[in-house]
């Protein structure tokens, strides 16, 4: 019999094409998805692997299964949701990737409609962005909150197949230290003088760089001293001491620390949205039923209190 979780290494590895790939993106050793790849060549008797010191690439026996892998686990979870949904009761196990930013400030309003389902257990997750949908798509969790900045539905490409629900609108904040000119309310934001301050921003390449770069390409380009730090939470604590002031989504300033204060950004501000993925079979599960719609309560109640900043 076919182990259903060597059956999704094998249907990764054929997405990939690496053994080293498929490792990164399920989060494991190469030498265990080696080892994975070899106990289901066992299982099945055949060779699915052509190992060379080059590589490794998929046999026609391989390249047969992997073709019916989608179709034998998609069925898997069907079955799994319709006896589920045939219970009538929220339980096993759901687990809810999520980035940063979005754990800190969803996660303390997930718990208290959750419990009240006592067959069910969540578990939440720390993932970057670039990860999510790919976890939800491999099956290792099964919800994700990622996000877009383009303005356009996600559901495309790699993630044509799965469900991708919206959550919020995120947009960019001017976050400065509260001994700030800008800090008065009374004060009007003028992007052309902030250019004269001192930034603190994400490194390249990451999404909210990237929505800081669009902001401020619209009144000349990048400030005469940009400091580069790596996370959300570390930029706004060096905002907060003084050191700098930011562009950070609206969503990060959940939580922040003391000593911060956040103006709404004139003009066309970069927004960012979120979104929940999931697989669409799963959502006949009463368990991530139940997960989706407490996420969705939660999204509400967090876009409620980010209104004074947009």
Not at 219 to 229: H, I, K, S
């Amino acid at each position: 019999m076919l182990d259903l979780r060597r059956l999704q290494v094998l249907r990764e590895f054929g997405v990939q094409g690496t053994i080293a790939s498929t490792a990164a993106v399920l989060g494991y050793t190469p030498s265990a998805i080696s080892q994975q790849l070899s106990t289901l060549e066992r299982e099945t008797g055949v060779a699915l692997l052509e190992r060379t010191a080059r590589g490794a690439e998929l046999t026609d026996a391989g390249r047969l299964l992997v073709s019916h892998a989608e179709e034998i686990l998609a069925l898997v979870e069907v079955t799994e949701s319709v006896l589920a949904e045939q219970a009538g009761k929220a339980m096993g196990v759901v687990t809810v990737t999520a980035f940063p930013t979005a754990a800190v400030a969803l996660a303390p309003l997930l718990a208290p409609p959750l419990r009240r389902h006592e067959g069910m257990q969540l578990v939440l997750r720390q993932t970057p962005l670039s990860k999510g949908a790919e976890k939800v798509r491999s099956r290792e969790v099964d919800i994700a909150l990622v996000d877009d900045w383009t303005g356009q539905h996600p559901g495309r490409g790699a993630d044509s197949g799965l469900r991708h629900v919206h959550l919020l609108r995120d947009p960019l904040v001017l976050a400065v230290p509260g001994d700030h000119p800008l800090a008065d309310p009374a004060r009007p934001v003028v992007l052309e003088r902030l250019l004269r301050e001192s930034w603190i921003v994400a490194p390249e390449g990451e999404p909210s760089r990237r929505g800081t770069d669009r902001l401020l390409a619209e009144v000349g380009g990048l400030p005469a001293a940009a400091w580069e730090f790596e996370g959300l939470g570390t930029i706004l604590s060096l905002v907060s001491r003084g050191i700098g002031i930011a562009a950070v989504p609206a969503l990060a300033t959940v939580g922040a620390p003391a000593g911060l204060v956040c103006r709404p950004l004139p003009g066309g501000v970069p927004v960012r949205h979120v979104y929940a993925v999931l697989r669409p079979p799963s959502l006949r599960r009463p368990a991530v039923q139940v997960t989706l719609e407490a996420l969705r309560e939660a999204a509400r109640e967090v876009s409620a209190q980010l209104e004074d900043l947009v």
